[in-house]
């Protein structure tokens, strides 16, 4: 299939198996939740009744008190009690092979292909780290927002869209699958479709 170079006018050839997938709803979407479950510290923990200190003692008498009955002022009933079921660090991470991943991966590029989201162009380089240049590029490109997906880093594309926050930049190394559902418009560089076309094979 070819994708349009927005600003050179011609097409670019690319690969039916990569940009021309069949768009696989649930895998995409266990994708992007097994990527936002890795992303989770797991590092919350509480103490339970065993843990906080004092309540050694018996607070009062079982009987006669006209009180509920208490074994312990630290239950998960008294104010600074333990917590009942109390948290405990855990992994959040989901496994996804490799072989899914991909097939994701092209199923989503592919939807925005077909959904005019994917924007090509030949290249995207600025004279100086100026937000006000890359403005400029993106009003030509008819943009207001999008991801810009870099074949490589570039410092002063980087740090001229630092600033905006409906812009982000990424290299291909950096591509995930909630950075592709977070922008409408999704902004690569031919040299980054082509680095994309191979990573995915």
């Known amino acids: 299939m070819k994708l349009k170079v927005a600003n050179g006018g011609a097409e670019l050839s690319v690969s039916d198996t990569t940009f021309g997938a069949e ?5 995409v979407h266990q994708l992007i939740t097994a990527y936002q479950a890795g992303g989770r510290a797991g590092t919350k923990r509480q103490k339970s009744r065993a843990e906080v200190s004092g309540g050694g003692r018996k607070p009062h008498a079982q009987k006669g008190t ?35 991943y991909r097939a994701g991966m092209r199923s989503m590029l592919a939807q925005l292909a077909r959904t005019d989201r994917l924007v090509v162009t030949e290249s995207l380089s600025l004279a100086g780290p100026r937000t006000k240049l890359l403005l400029g590029e993106l009003k030509t490109l008819g943009l207001s927002s999008a991801l810009i997906v870099i074949e490589a880093q570039d410092e002063k594309l980087q740090l001229a869209a630092r600033n905006l926050p409906h812009v982000e930049v990424i290299t291909v190394a950096e591509i995930n699958p909630v950075s592709l559902a977070a922008f409408d418009k999704v902004l690569c560089t031919v040299g980054a479709v082509k680095l994309i076309e191979e990573r995915l094979q």
Do not use: C
Request: net charge positive.
């Open 66 to 100: 006209g009180r509920a009955r208490a074994g312990s002022i630290r239950s998960p009933l008294w104010v600074g009690g333990g917590r009942a079921f109390a948290a405990r660090p855990r992994d959040f991470t989901q496994k996804v092979n490799r072989k899914m």
């Open 23 to 27: 768009y696989n709803e649930a895998l």
